[in-house]
């Protein structure tokens, strides 16, 4: 395939409530939404999964937008690309910003399964046809209004409860939510915000049987962690550290981790998210697939990824309606009774809906070849 044009659609989205996490709150989304088309008219659809500031990662909206202009697209314009596997090394003279490159590629991969009319998910090697989904949630006001959340996600039958935590709001918090639900599938993320200094609060952690505890220590940390992993029971799940297959052999190796969570904006990719499935498939490592709190097309894109079968895990991703008054895909995604059925229509499955687009759009860049 050549991709003769690329259209970049700046979109802000306001969400429902704001999520908070021990690195700060988000409640306007601003995002790029990625349209390739080849020269037969073909379109593939890829989102950036950067916030607004860099709390997360290092990557920004605007560093995504930069990166993505200036560098990326003159890489792929007009270029024959025969399969998606191939940008990653046409990529590869840009060092990291793999939030902007994985929009990109994403979008290329859509492309390339609606051109050869399979399902992205049939594209990837994947054939589950209906995904477990767990809930993400943020910092709460009190306890007791975190206990109400937690209850009607339950209710609305996520398989798992991830809960967000940082120093002030961990045990406490862990321990009345299993006071009051005993057995659901609970495990708690970090985002960093501890270190071996706390070995202590940390083991104490493991009498609640949590199914794991997400990034307890720094974004970039994977000795420490080994460490910690081999002073508490409950298993360490990495999600900022882990960028490139690399990262997550290093971490294997070194026994700082017994689960990966994969984000493929994180990753820089459909491509390196894969290798690692594959990777973690070999050595017995469970895998999930994390969220960035996307739109539609990138929600479409991680339902895709999930279904490869070491994906043993729930995910992050919900229903569109957890977050968004209003999705810009139709149909918008629903998780009924804690699974998501994988669309069947070709490459991403779900339609963009432009005029629900439009609405969101700041600006747009249209970006043509000139052959
Ligand atoms: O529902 C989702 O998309 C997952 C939300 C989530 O946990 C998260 C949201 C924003 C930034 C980081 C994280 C994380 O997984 O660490
Ligand atoms: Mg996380």
Redesign the pocket.
């Known amino acids: 395939m050549i991709i003769q044009q690329i259209t970049l659609h700046h979109l802000n989205m306001n969400m429902k409530t704001p999520?908070v996490?021990s690195?700060g709150s988000?409640q306007e989304k601003p995002f790029l939404l990625v349209e390739v088309m080849d020269k037969e008219g073909n379109i593939g659809w890829g989102e950036t999964t950067a916030?607004q500031a860099p709390?997360?990662n290092e990557e920004t909206f605007q560093t995504n937008l930069h990166i993505i202009k200036d560098f990326l697209i003159p890489l792929v314009l007009n270029k024959q690309i025969n399969h998606p596997d191939e940008v990653s090394a046409i990529f590869s003279p840009i060092r990291k910003n793999n939030m902007a490159k994985a929009g990109i590629e994403g979008a290329i991969w859509d492309l390339y399964a609606k051109r050869n009319h399979l399902t992205l998910s049939e594209a990837l090697g994947g054939s589950v046809k209906k995904i477990e989904v767990g809930?993400?949630?943020?910092l709460q006001k009190s306890t007791e209004q975190l206990l109400n959340v937690v209850r009607r996600y339950i209710h609305e039958g996520y398989k798992r409860i991830?809960v967000?935590i940082k120093p002030g709001q961990d045990v406490n918090l862990i321990a009345a939510l299993r006071e009051a639900f005993p057995n659901i599938p609970l495990m708690a993320?970090a985002?960093s915000a501890y270190t071996l200094k706390d070995i202590s609060l940390l083991k104490e952690l493991d009498q609640y049987n949590l199914l794991m505890i997400?990034?307890p220590l720094d974004y970039d940390d994977i000795v420490d962690h080994a460490k910690l992993q081999n002073e508490i029971q409950t298993p360490i799940c990495l999600?900022?550290s882990i960028l490139s297959l690399e990262d997550v052999k290093k971490a294997v190796e070194l026994g700082s981790a017994k689960v990966i969570?994969i984000?493929i904006g994180r990753v820089g990719g459909l491509t390196e998210a894969k290798k690692i499935h594959d990777y973690c498939m070999e050595k017995n490592i469970p895998v999930w697939c994390?969220?960035?709190?996307?739109a539609g097309i990138g929600r479409a894109h991680n339902i895709a990824l999930t279904t490869l079968p070491n994906f043993t895990l729930p995910g992050?991703?919900?229903s569109s309606s957890?977050?968004w008054d209003e999705d810009i895909i139709s149909p918008e995604v629903i998780a009924k009774d804690g699974y998501i059925t994988a669309p069947t229509g070709y490459g991403i499955g779900y339609e963009p809906n432009m005029e629900t687009i439009k609405k969101f759009t700041i600006d747009r860049w249209i970006f043509k070849s000139a052959y």
């Open positions: 999520f996490t690195f988000v916030f709390w997360y809930v993400s949630i943020g991830k967000k993320d985002n997400e990034q999600d900022e969570n984000k994390g969220g960035m709190l996307e992050d991703t919900s957890r977050y």
